[in-house]
């Protein structure tokens, strides 16, 4: 059950990041880049295998197996995907408010449909 | 501190871009004289490092001491540390040409570059697959700062495009990685290569599917058909001394492919064995006849030398493609040529577009030139260069590369190459005769400057590089074909790996 949540999390995650993606404003683009983001920190933290409940560093009394654990190196990769991608979130913010301003447009290629080049 | 050589080549620009930003506010001199303090230091790592690794065995350093299969190795062996040398000569030049006053106008460019060093230096030497995203980050980062310092209008364009084509090249490049941690429990190069090998068959499915995303992200980096779009606005529209720096960004790409898919899924890695060279090959072909195209339709100076660069990257999937040590050594001698002498272009063609007035670099239409024959020399020495014409490098280069095809490859490899290569040389005397040739005597009286000595010298230097690889092509292609035997072997490197120990920690059970 836990499996079909979180699969369907990054599904439908990913599926609207691609549909904002592919849209032509610059703030959904970056929108879009933001979901697709959470999609892969979920998709990389189920690649330690889902556990409830477990401890990720050794305790004393438990023995060292790998039942008894879940695996604390995929949070360790999420913890530094979300700062990469919060930090890239930020860059995309600034750049595309300076196009706009430089350019006068929101568009992604900086001239409205239809503008001549 | 020789056991620790083959971590400096990242530890002096990381130190170096912090010390700059502190003595930022003492003006452009205390940043140039810490700025080549550093560039001198990387030099003779870079020099140690590959006398070093040209004694053959791989040299493993674990950070932090932790054994290879849990911490992050760096390993060295003589591609990355050709690659390392050639990032940090070529960024000697890319210095030497901002610091003739283009970088007091350019925000933090002295840190940047620094950092953007430490990022190229690091994906050459690191040995962990997250680590490589992680440098590969720090690489980007770098580059969005410096594509945009100082920008404004239709630069903003082309690096909202660039950064966000970027990102989602990362997003893709986590997805791959969580699939394959995911299946081989593993981030290590070499210990993956080891499990993705003992496999179990229902693994593999998987394994394809994240190794063929790796594969799109490496592609995008490197310029590949069909994600090659971004790369001739961006490069077009970045200052001159920035993208002489970025030539080696593809190179990333190329170098990144050549080592996932020899020693992840290379020789003796089962059922995915060198699957991706397949694909490689007729991708590699198709880009280069395009860009060849591109270089034929370029409607400016740096757009030509933009798919200039892309056709170099295709050039070298077709050769790394080929999978044989003569190949591949060929492809490595071809790429430093490439690297360098399209980076002279691009400093050249800028030179050339400042004596042309408000011509600047379009290609439609003769008009004056203020300059000097000392810049159109320069750019027949590149020109002939970058087609392949004898005596330069570029000759050497497509010689041995058109000599290492295999027998049943001839037929399509040297039509594609000879004929490409016919194609750029018609652009660029097209190129030639427009700006030079055809040039009209300056109207008025108000010449542009001539340029610089320190940009000519930075253009000099470039081609001096090139000029090096010709007399000492002997000893160079010696090396480049042991290196392409070594990048080929991932048995011995897998072992290597695998037995280095930690020095101080004792052994894990």
Known sequence: MMELALATAIGVLTAGGVYLLLRS????????????????????????????????????????????????????????????AFAMTAVAIVVAMRSNADNGSDH?????????P | ??????????????????????????????????????????????????????????????LGDWPARLGIALMVDRVNALLVLTTVLLAVAALLYACAGWDRRALHFH?????QLAGLNGAFLTGDLFNLFVFFEVMLIASYGLLLSGGRGLRMRAGLHYVVFNIMAS??????????????????????????????PQDLALLRAGSGILLVVFCAKAALLPLYLWLPETYSRAPAAV??????????????????????????????????????LPAGIVTLVLASLGVLAARSLRGTVSYLVIA???????????????????????????????????LIVDLVRRQRGALGDRLDQAGPMGGTTLLGLLFLVAAVSVAGLPPLSGFFGKLAVLAAVPPGQVALVWTTVLATSLMTLVALSRVGSQVFLRA?????????????????????????????????????????????????????????????????????P
């Not at chain 1, 305790?59 to 949070?75: I, R």
């Not at chain 2, 560039?39 to 791989?58: E, I, N, S, T």
């Not at chain 2, 002997?474 to 042991?482: C, E, F, I, T």
């Open chain 2, 1 to 62: 501190m020789i056991q620790h050589l083959p971590a400096l080549p990242v530890l002096i620009p990381l130190l170096a871009g912090a010390l700059v930003l502190l003595v930022e506010r003492r003006g452009i001199v205390a940043q140039r004289v810490v700025a080549w303090i550093s560039m001198a230091a990387m030099l003779v790592a870079a020099v140690l490092l590959l006398r070093q690794a040209d004694q053959g065995p791989l040299l493993v350093y674990l």
């Open chain 2, 440 to 508: 009209t005597a300056w109207p008025g009286a108000d010449k542009p400057a001539p340029p610089g000595k320190l940009e000519i010298a930075a253009s000099t230097l470039l081609l001096a590089y090139g000029i090096a690889l010709t007399v000492a092509a002997g000893p160079a292609l010696r090396y480049a074909h042991d290196a392409g035997a070594q990048v080929l072997a991932p048995g011995a490197y897998i072992e290597q790996v695998r037995a280095t120990q930690p020095l101080l920690r004792a052994p894990s």
């Open chain 2, 312 to 346: 170099s990257a295709a050039t070298l999937f077709v050769t790394f493609a080929l999978q044989t040590p003569a190949s591949v050594g060929a492809g490595l001698y071809y790429l430093v040529h490439s690297t360098f002498v399209t980076a002279a272009l691009f």
């Open chain 1, 25 to 84: 404003r610059s703030f959904d683009v970056i929108l879009g880049l933001t979901l697709l983001s959470y999609a892969t920190n979920l998709l990389i933290f189920s690649a330690g295998r889902l556990a409830v409940g477990k401890p990720p560093v050794l305790l004393d009394g438990l023995p060292a197996e790998l039942g008894n654990y879940t695996d604390p190196l995929p949070q360790a990769l999420v913890l530094t995907a979300i700062v990469i």
């Open chain 2, 111 to 115: 840190a940047l570059l620094q950092l």
């Open chain 1, 108 to 116: 992604v290629d900086a001239r409205e449909p239809g503008d001549a």
């Open chain 2, 243 to 280: 993208v002489a720096l970025f030539t080696i960004m593809t190179k990333v790409g190329v170098y990144a492919v050549l080592r996932i898919y020899s020693l992840l899924f290379g020789q003796g890695s089962g059922a995915l064995d060198g699957w991706a060279w397949d694909w490689l």
């Open chain 2, 171 to 200: 997003i893709l490049f986590l997805v791959a990685l969580g699939l394959l941690y995911g299946m081989t429990g593993t981030l290590n190069m070499a210990e993956m290569a080891l499990r993705i090998a003992n496999a179990p």
